[in-house]
């Protein structure tokens, strides 16, 4: 009885943060995340959980020149996310041609297609990340071009795409976490 006791709290104790999500991101659907969003601030984050961290883009990306987000508060979102990605490990996506990782020092370690989670276009992110993820042989076709998409669609995180995050995440909280019960 004890040992399924134990298996059931560090089951809740396996936890993702993501941090700078939507206010009406998929994240807010999926069990076992703690989402920052506009409404609870990112910058409230002390927890312990990995990190899948989607800090603004506009700032960094080819867009750059037209971005109307506020530089310096993108700028420290970004700072925000590579200090608790580095410390508790986890992830930071940024899109092709985002400048984010060359300005703190990092090197993005992985190149997915969106349209391999089911985003509509053949939308190419980088994502830096402290633990070995496993790509999913996806190959879904994009169905159209990124440019044509509506603004409020072109920021948009699949829902494939946060579940294996989330997983990758949570397997590595779960070896994390098992060494302290032994």
């Known amino acids: 009885m004890f040992q399924g006791a134990r298996r ?3 089951f809740f104790l396996v936890m993702v943060a993501v941090l700078f999500a939507k206010t009406n991101s998929v994240y807010h659907t999926l069990p076992g995340v703690e989402v920052y969003d506009t409404k609870r601030d990112a910058f409230t984050f002390y927890g312990s959980f990995p990190v899948i961290a989607h800090p603004p883009c506009g700032i960094w990306g080819k867009y750059k ?3 109307k987000e506020d530089k310096e508060y993108a700028y420290e979102c970004a700072a925000l996310a590579v200090k608790w990605v580095v410390r508790n490990g986890g992830v930071i996506e940024q899109p092709l041609g985002s400048g984010l990782f060359r300005a703190f020092g990092l090197k993005p370690n992985y190149r997915v297609f969106m349209s391999d989670f089911g ?3 053949k939308k190419t992110t980088l994502l830096y990340s402290t633990v070995k993820l496993t790509l999913p042989a996806l190959h879904l076709p994009a169905k159209c071009v990124f440019e044509r998409l509506a603004k409020k669609h072109r920021d948009v995180t699949p829902v494939e795409m946060a579940k294996w ?6 397997l590595l909280a779960r070896f994390t976490k098992s060494e302290c019960w032994v």
């Open 8 to 10: 059931r709290a560090l």
């Open 65 to 67: 020149k037209v971005c």
């Open 119 to 121: 985003y509509p276009a």
């Open 165 to 170: 995050l989330i997983d990758s995440l949570t």
